[in-house]
Nanobody
Framework: QVQPVESGGGLVQAGGSLRLSCAGS????????VGWFRQAPGKDREFVAA????????NYADSVKGRFTISRDNGKDTVYLQMNTLKPEDTAVYYC??????????????????WGQGTQVTVSS
């Protein structure tokens, strides 16, 4: 079963940074487009960022543009989400998701077939 594994979450003060990692857990991530989503308590899961396979096209939610960066390290078979200038409203469980397709914007929950268990990010004010 394909299930990505997230890591790197934690508690950070507002204005700080964290880097989340998504590993393939035995399945190479280069075969997938990868997205990051987040879900805060009482809210729907929302798109954060995506990187498509082959084209390396990236897409970001407006709320994180200029602060978050998604990238791949194919040598380590890992996708990263670098989060800078964090705000309390970024507090959520962050999920990595995999999509076997190449095209599309990657910003829809329904594009993704495989989901990780999530990692908690808490930003204190």
């Amino acid at each position: 079963q394909v299930q990505p594994v997230e890591s790197g979450g934690g508690l950070v003060q507002a204005g700080g940074s964290l880097r989340l990692s998504c590993a393939g857990s035995g399945h190479t991530l280069t075969s997938y487009s990868v997205g990051w989503f987040r879900q805060a308590p009482g809210k729907d899961r929302e798109f954060v960022a995506a990187i498509r396979r082959i084209t390396e096209f990236t897409n970001y939610a407006d709320s994180v543009k200029g602060r978050f960066t998604i990238s791949r390290d194919n040598g380590k078979d890992t996708v990263y989400l670098q989060m800078n200038t964090l705000k309390p409203e970024d507090t959520a469980v962050y999920y990595c998701a995999l999509d076997p397709s190449t095209y599309g914007l990657g910003d829809s929950f329904y594009e993704y077939e495989y989901w990780g268990q999530g990692t908690q990010v808490t930003v204190s004010s």
